[in-house]
């Protein structure tokens, strides 16, 4: 592997205040990323709670209008733009970029305190279709943790980015899968899902010890225990798909880690509605398009909801995004899907309601909101598909985050109004894992029957899911949600604005263009005393591939392989 020092050559820190804070500094474990804190940003969504909510106020609704940039940060060689999401410990901002770049920042200045560059296999790396961007580390026991597309998860010291240790856990020379989402830390392990549903593996999650690196256990999301197996036809679970490729949570009351599951391989089946005994993967396809709850210390299944079973749409639920909160003395978990449905369960996964963020629905005519049964399904023989698919394979939501206010009691979702035209084709079937996407079909980007396409931000009840005010976007944003105690919403839109908005109303307050558009996250934190807003942009990942041809304007025009980080203060 190779270390950059970008300051002055020394693995030192940068500034009083940083060193100040260093001196102070506390361990993250579980306790503190659980307890979310006051001026951190310790996980992907902030807590284990995933409210992508942060209590400060100091930027609030009486003064947004006076935010502006504090400092920039370019990590170089962003292909296919930045899709990061930031994390903050003591002031000190850890975030990565593509191929797996890690960078460590002083809070309140950017300068760099080390950088860490992993040796990759180029050439593995320019095979993958989903390369080679990385959505984030984790930080847990002094440590960052990074995994990489070439199948590796590595460990490095917070302090000065040495490598601690550095795990292989794919073959991915055989299935050119790794790793794109971020870890997650918890209870002395550091859990973490390959990518994808495409490729024709079996989607595993791994446990590696946070301390030695050593792997811990494995869970495979495709037929991973007896009963799972006997959901895939004609041995189809060889090569099955399923990677878990978003961060999951941990509820510690349990000692369980809550984990969402991705599309079956090939990704569209040509069985039409005999898809239980024909196709190319005859039955339910047990673990994927599914939210499994596993045993933290010995990756046992302990429960599950399989949302969509026999998936034929790609609307899989590896959306990470697990919002535990309370209510009336009912403990429930939020969990958005890819096809515009949010699932509301109780701690063991039980089913409690099902409502539709999106407008433009057509897979299913509807989802039991007792039972999780699909109603109306479609299913597709081989040939193309009269009537649009909806929505669009990008999602009515995809692995961007909502947010939870704990204030307000809303959520704060985006959702995706597209559709897409579909040939459905019966490709010969792959028999053993390998090296090859495992599509199944044609599909281009279309608007809705009658309509156009767009995106909207709606405040809504998480149970519920009775909405209080929507705004609307003329493209779809690719960006997370962020809520703050200052009563605040922010949203960073696909052509490059980051826009904030009163948390009760939806009245927009303040906005800034970021000079591309975003498809990454989106933080707070506080540093020297002194409020932060931190957002990644940069633009070219597989759902932003296809603006350009399809809106034009502004997006012909928008930088590629290039990201920033850029982060706000009040002036």
């Not at 971020?182 to 209870?187: D, S, T």
Request: proline share 5%.
């Amino acid at each position: 592997m190779r270390k950059q020092w970008l300051n002055s050559g020394l693995p030192v820190l940068v500034g009083a205040t940083l060193a100040a804070s260093a001196a102070l500094a506390q361990t993250v474990d579980t306790a503190r990323i659980e307890a979310g804190g006051q001026n951190d940003w310790l996980t992907y969504h902030g807590s284990y709670k995933s409210y992508h909510y942060s209590p400060l106020a100091q930027i609030n609704a009486n003064n947004v209008g006076n935010l502006g940039v504090a400092w920039i940060h370019i990590p170089g060689r962003s292909t296919r733009g930045l899709q990061s999401m930031p994390l903050v410990a003591d002031g000190v901002l850890y975030y990565s970029g593509s191929y797996s770049r890690v960078f460590a920042l002083n809070g309140t200045t950017g300068e760099v305190i080390w950088s860490f560059f992993p040796e990759l296999d180029e050439a593995l790396i320019s095979r993958q279709t989903h390369s080679p961007y990385n959505r984030g580390v984790a930080l847990g026991e002094g440590k960052v943790f990074v995994g990489t597309m070439d199948g590796r998860l590595i460990g490095l010291d917070a302090k000065t980015g040495k490598v601690l240790w550095d795990t292989k856990l794919i073959d991915s020379q055989k299935l050119t899968v790794g790793f794109t989402g971020a870890p997650l830390y918890a209870k002395g392990s550091v859990i973490i899902g390959a990518q994808g549903g495409e490729w024709p593996g079996r989607g595993p999650i791994f446990a590696v010890d946070a301390a030695t690196g050593k792997k811990k256990w494995e869970f495979l999301t495709v037929a991973g225990t007896d009963e799972a197996m006997k959901t895939w036809g004609s041995d189809s679970w060889r090569t099955g798909g399923g990677g878990g490729w978003m961060p999951g949570t941990y509820d510690s009351e349990t000692s369980t880690i809550l984990w969402g599951t991705a599309n079956p391989a090939p990704l569209y089946d040509w069985s039409g509605a005999d898809y239980k005994t024909q196709g190319a993967r005859p039955g339910d396809n047990l673990y994927t398009s599914s939210v499994i709850g596993l045993d933290i210390d010995t990756g046992k299944l302990k429960f599950y909801h399989q949302e969509l079973p026999h998936d034929a749409w790609d609307f899989d639920s590896a959306v990470g995004e697990f919002v535990m909160l309370e209510r009336d003395g009912q403990k429930y978990v939020v969990h958005p899907n890819k096809s515009g449905y949010i699932f509301v369960y109780d701690r063991n996964l039980g089913l409690k309601n099902v409502w539709r963020i999106t407008q433009n629905s057509n897979f299913v005519k509807d989802i039991d909101p007792k039972t999780g049964e699909l109603i109306g399904r479609r299913d597709f023989s081989a040939g193309k598909v009269s009537e649009p698919l909806c929505p669009h394979i990008s999602g009515g939501v995809s692995f961007n985050a909502g947010s939870y206010n704990p204030k307000t009691g809303l959520y704060y979702k985006l959702g995706q109004e597209w559709c897409m035209t579909l040939e459905v084709l019966k490709t010969t079937p792959i028999v053993a894992p390998q090296a090859q996407l495992n599509i199944g079909a044609d599909f281009k980007i279309a608007p809705p029957p009658g309509g156009e396409i767009y995106g909207h931000l709606d405040a809504r009840d998480p149970i519920t899911g009775a909405k209080k005010w929507e705004v609307r976007f003329p493209e779809p944003p690719l960006g997370s949600v962020l809520s703050t105690g200052g009563n605040l919403v922010f949203v960073p839109d696909s052509r490059g604005t980051v826009h904030a908005y009163d948390a009760d109303s939806g009245t927009e307050l303040w906005n800034h263009s970021d000079g591309t558009g975003h498809q990454g996250g989106i933080i707070s934190y506080s540093a020297g005393g002194k409020q932060y807003i931190a957002v990644t942009a940069g633009f070219g990942g597989m759902a932003s591939d296809d603006y350009a041809p399809t809106f034009g304007g502004v997006y012909k025009s928008m930088p590629r392989d290039d990201g920033a980080l850029i982060v706000y203060s009040l002036k």
